[in-house]
């Protein structure tokens, strides 16, 4: 169904499906009014354009049964294995409201719901507000209207909308003192304890990556893009890079947290430029009008293709060496074959999802160029049927 995939992490990256598949009926309006009401603790409005007999929320660890309040009088919520439910023992409701504490946990594959940012702002995760209704026996995708609100003199940066799903997921909400930049056509936020090396390896990989995904693919970046870097835990050993790019909605978020955040050492460079090539080639696989990501069973296709994607534009545009490509494909050729080339772990989602593109005998540019061509005249999401019909025909 349309639970959503975990995240892209090679190096640790997010991928998501949206909500509202083609699959899920269409859905109900709900307007969600975020607010920020003291440093750690917002509120959370919920008004559904018909009455409805459940909110479901996709599960997320212990966030929900350890930070939400339900506020609305005779509601509860109840946390089953894949939706946290609110509900009024069966009664229909329009509104909702909860009162929901900042959450540091997170689960190892999924999206963190509060990032800290080093100048006391925080970026919210809109996706963990977001879910299903249902009325009676039947089931609704929400259509998300957000409204935002900070606190006095808080700056608040909205992410840009879902426009492959319109009221569908959405990336992260800051809130806090900073200001974006603008850096080409994207607007980036920078968390001030961001490194000038790692600042420049994301702007620079970026554009560089964006300029030759632009050619190679010969398509426009079609979404508004928002760039948000937070840094954190900087005393945990060694260096993490996570990113994160939303389907549709225009956003690339990187976490930066351990020790070695400072040292900028070429290994580090190399790293975190692959991380950013990588997101960048998220993008490029959802700079179409319909289609694009499917089910967990296509995880590997995303990924997997994200890394042939990532190596070809490092290698293009000079930013890794042949020699450091060649041993990062033996690197994961090795921990594929661990795996036995199955694509139904985390690692071989990643690992596998490499070697079974780089087994195809087409090159990575023509075949990704038809398959965005195909998604968008059919509609059909990437798939291993769409890749084979491909192949075959070159
Ligand atoms: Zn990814």
């Known amino acids: 169904m349309q639970r959503f995939l975990g995240l892209c992490a090679a190096f640790l990256m997010l991928c998501f499906a949206p909500l509202g598949h083609a699959d899920a009926q269409p859905g109900l309006a709900v307007a969600v009014n975020v607010r920020h009401v003291a440093k750690d603790l917002w ?145 980036v936020l920078f968390d001030p304890g961001t490194p000038q090396w790692l600042r420049e390896t994301i702007l620079d990989v970026g554009a560089k990556t964006s300029g030759y995904y632009e050619k190679a693919y010969q398509r426009q970046l079609k979404d508004e893009l928002l760039i948000m870097v937070s840094v954190g835990n900087l005393e945990s050993p060694g260096f993490s890079m996570k990113g994160g790019a939303i389907q549709g909605a225009g956003q690339v978020s990187y976490r930066l947290e351990g020790k070695q955040v400072q040292l900028d050492h070429p290994k580090l460079r190399e790293y975190a430029s692959k991380t950013v090539a990588h997101e ?21 296709i995303h ?45 071989g989602i990643y690992a596998c999802g490499l070697v079974r593109f780089d087994k195809l005998g087409v090159g990575i540019v023509p075949l990704w160029r038809s398959m965005m061509e195909a998604t968008e005249t059919t509609g059909a999401a990437y798939s291993r049927q769409m890749i084979d019909t491909i192949v075959s025909a070159k």
């Open 280 to 300: 960048m080639a998220h993008i490029w696989q959802l700079a179409i009008s319909r289609g694009g990501i499917g089910d967990e069973q296509a995880q590997w």
């Open 303 to 347: 990924e997997g293709g994200a890394e042939a994607m990532a190596l070809d534009a490092l290698l293009q545009t000079g930013a890794w060496s042949e020699e450091t490509a060649l041993a990062y494909r033996a690197k994961q050729a090795a921990t594929c074959e661990k795996l036995g080339g199955a694509v139904d772990t985390f690692d």
């Open 43 to 187: 509120r959370v409005d919920y008004r559904f354009a018909q009455p409805v007999t459940a909110l479901k929320l996709y599960s997320i660890g212990e966030f929900r049964k350890r930070e939400w309040k339900v506020l609305t009088p005779g509601m509860g919520m109840a946390s089953g294995p894949d939706f946290d439910v609110m509900a009024s023992k069966g009664k229909p409701f329009k509104a909702a409201s909860v009162q929901i504490r900042t959450f540091d946990g997170w689960s190892p594959k999924e999206y963190v719901s509060f990032a800290r940012f080093g100048d006391g702002g925080t970026a919210v995760y809109l996706g963990h507000l977001q879910g299903e209704v249902d009325q009676g026996k039947k089931t609704l995708s929400m259509r998300t209207d957000f409204t935002l609100s900070g606190l006095a003199q808080e700056n608040v940066i909205a992410p840009p909308p879902n426009r492959l799903a319109p009221g569908g997921r959405r990336g992260y909400a800051y809130f806090g003192p900073a200001q974006a930049v603008l850096a080409g056509a994207a607007k």
